[in-house]
């Protein structure tokens, strides 16, 4: 056992505990960042799913550190790869011409901009990066964490780090209860939170499911992979909703509930730049090879790519069979999650139905060199719902609901630390819920939310913030999480500074209105300019 010792402790290297880590090293603090995978980027990168943005995104809408990791994963494909000079010319520049963002792009280059982001810091010393480490304990004095302990994945020992200020930034909220602070999982009850989509009875086990992506590209030959064990298990599952078996082309439109049929089109010969993501005209997923690609090979020079190369984060994939947070068999549950991905690659493989009649794509090719993962899958599972903290304010449907904001947009919170903006999109559920697709008014981040109810020093800087499991499905996405860690990062350095605790800065007009103006002066936007929700 090890020791040491930083202003604070940053737990998680997802989105949310980078932007943390930077805001915290801007502002002449020394940070502890730990990271249970090989890469830092959380969802973007370790669990391989392209970024989630608002329509808006290229203007407005999104903290100034978050634009420069867009603008520098842009930068790093004219300055490393052979795009045409078509695209390489092209402004908004998206690399895969993926549907459902205007920056489709591989994981290993956000790994490789957010490592250059944090560099400076590294090499000055006032950044240590322990990776990959996981927390396993944490020691609490009353209502403050006072040190908490990390464990090497792969049984290189363990640290314990000592810190002023802690950040949760993990992707399941795990300090929550290492350390006593108060939270929330799965569904609250109607009776509780109002909202209009809310069960009658809290549901604290039904949760969304969780996906293990994975990338294929589609080349001449039999890439077919073993048959997985539970292959025929996952082959015959249909969800009483679905409309069909799990592994099909059919399902519920997340929007309507209607059963729609998708199509499937390896390597189309498209125009990347007539590509329109926009969220608000359609959500791009009617053909699931273009949804979320990730490189248009015609992007590139003749030659560069044999094929596109797509990302498997489809409806396919989404795991029910049971929650992986406070349940003793979390570990057989991605296991289960990870062979259903599998399952759904040799489906494709083997048995999906083509256009031509036939059945099967034995050129797909499972690029686990793309996602950096030991099975050829993504090396972490996208969760999407986290442990919440019982917070100072918790954020509920009818803050940001189209169906009750109506014309009036979102609420405004006085004390706003960042804004956001997508659909209310919560997956099916561990419980056998159906889609929840709601539309949603541009939101503001309250500074509430991000504070513990008793828990001094303690922050969460991801989706573990006071949101309900109905709003998380709009605060969960990339700019957002990005947003969130990085507020909290600034509030304990702000604290810091001040002398003072969070609860004080949301308490005090004088204190918020400071914290506030330092966060305009990095760049964080609090408002939203009058532009109407979807």
């Known amino acids: 056992m090890s020791e040491t010792t930083a202003d604070a402790l940053v737990v998680g290297g997802g989105l949310g505990g980078v932007a943390a880590a930077l805001a915290l090293l801007r502002a002449g603090r020394t940070v502890v960042l730990t990271e249970e995978y090989d890469w830092l980027g959380g969802q973007l990168t370790s669990q391989a799913v392209p970024p989630d943005e608002h329509s808006w995104v290229e203007r407005f809408g999104v903290t100034a550190s978050y634009r420069a990791l867009r603008d520098g994963i842009r930068r790093y494909y004219r300055d490393h790869y052979p795009l045409t000079g078509r695209s390489r010319s092209w402004r908004e520049l998206n690399p895969g011409a993926g549907h459902v963002s205007r920056l489709c792009h591989e994981p290993r280059v956000a790994v490789a901009v957010i490592e250059a982001m944090l560099a400076p810091y590294r090499g000055s010393g006032r950044l240590r990066v322990l990776q990959p480490y996981r927390p396993v304990a944490a020691e609490v004095d009353g209502d403050r964490v006072t040190s908490v302990t990390v464990e090497h994945r792969d049984g290189g020992g363990r640290i314990t780090v000592t810190a002023p200020y802690v950040l949760d930034a993990t992707e399941t909220g795990e300090l929550l209860p290492m350390t006593g602070t108060e939270y929330v999982t799965g569904f609250e009850s109607q009776a509780e939170t109002g909202e209009p989509s809310a069960p009658a009875e809290a549901q604290p086990l039904n949760m969304q499911a969780v996906s293990v992506c994975f990338a294929i590209d589609h080349v001449d030959g039999d890439h077919t992979i073993d048959r997985p064990a539970s292959y025929g298990f996952w082959r015959e599952y249909q969800p009483s909703f679905w ?34 993501a926009d969220q608000r005209l359609s959500p791009g997923d009617a053909n699931l090879w273009t949804f979320r690609r990730i490189a248009a090979r015609r992007n590139f020079v003749p030659g560069a790519y044999d094929s596109d190369i797509t990302l498997v984060n489809w409806p396919m994939i989404d795991y029910l069979e049971g929650p992986v947070i406070d349940v003793p068999d979390a570990g057989r549950h991605l296991a289960a999650a990870r062979e259903l991905s599998l399952s759904v690659l040799y489906w494709l493989q083997t048995e999906a139905p083509r256009p031509d009649g036939g059945t099967g794509y034995p050129g797909l090719r499972l ?70 697709d709601v539309g949603c008014s541009p939101f503001e981040i ?5 504070i513990p109810r008793r828990t001094t020093n303690l922050l969460p800087a991801g989706k573990n913030i006071g949101t309900t499991h109905i709003t998380n499905g709009a605060y969960r996405l990339h700019p957002v999480e990005w947003n969130i860690g990085e507020a909290a990062g600034a509030l304990a350095a ?20 400071d914290f506030q103006r330092r966060l305009t002066d990095d760049g964080v936007e609090l408002r939203w300019p009058q532009v109407a929700g979807y």
């Open 494 to 513: 702000f604290c810091l500074d001040r002398g003072t605790t969070p609860h004080a800065v949301r308490e005090g007009d004088t204190l918020l209105d």
């Open 446 to 450: 309250p500074l509430g939310a991000l």
């Open 243 to 276: 409309g069909d078996r799990l592994l099909s082309w059919r399902c519920p439109h997340p929007r309507t509930l209607e059963i729609v049929e998708r199509s499937f089109t390896p390597n189309p010969d498209d125009d990347p730049l007539s590509v329109v």
């Open 367 to 436: 690029r686990g060199d793309v996602t950096g993962g030991a099975d050829g899958l993504a090396q972490a599972a996208y969760i999407r719902e986290s442990r919440r903290i019982r917070a100072l304010y918790t954020v509920v449907e009818q803050d940001l609901s189209l169906a009750v904001r109506g014309d009036k947009g979102a609420v405004r919170y006085a004390d706003s630390v960042g804004v956001g903006m997508y659909r209310i999109d919560l997956h099916p559920s561990t419980g056998g819920d159906n889609y929840i």
